[in-house]
């Protein structure tokens, strides 16, 4: 099992979720942010979502406020944000912190693995990390990088 595999994370629900469960599926990580100029990225993140999920497509949102305080909110209010006002269907996992000492594992591992501009840090909200079937890490997107621009990317892992 890979290393990516052998992580957990609590969904926005609160319930403990192992990444082993996204096994055999190309897996798009996304730290998100609900009052932020990229936000709207949810939109087009569940269009890739809905169109290749058959195919083994799987996002998974985390929610992080370490950039300009853009996720304020509880539980609920991430999910009332994500699901009404985008229709987000993927799954959406507890607010994490991506940099710095308290960094989740999920992006301690990516971030290691696919270092950016920043080596070691991520720049933004939206920064988005492909994650092959067998589990190893791929690719990093910028938080630029709209869905869009990513789908060829995703196509060929697919």
């Known amino acids: 099992m890979t290393p990516f595999h052998q992580l957990d994370a609590i969904s926005l629900s609160g319930q403990l979720i192992s990444m082993a469960d996204y096994a055999g599926k190309l897996v798009l990580v996304v730290n998100t942010a609900s009052h932020c100029g990229f936000t709207p990225q949810y939109a087009g993140l569940e269009a890739l979502y809905k169109k290749y999920a058959a195919e083994g497509l799987m996002v998974l949102g985390f929610p992080c406020n370490q950039f300009g ?56 909200n939206f920064t988005k990390f492909l994650i092959g079937r067998d589990g190893i890490p791929l690719k990093r997107f910028a938080p630029v990088s709209t869905p869009q621009k990513m789908e060829s990317a995703i196509l060929a892992a697919l």
């Not at 991506?98 to 696919?114: I, S």
């Open 69 to 124: 305080k853009q996720e304020p909110g509880d539980a609920n209010e991430i999910a009332q944000t994500c699901h009404i006002n985008y229709g987000v269907s993927f799954p959406m996992f507890e607010k994490v912190e991506v940099n710095g000492p308290a960094t989740h594992p999920v992006f301690r591992l990516l971030k290691d693995e696919l270092p950016g501009v920043l080596g070691g840090r991520i720049k933004w």
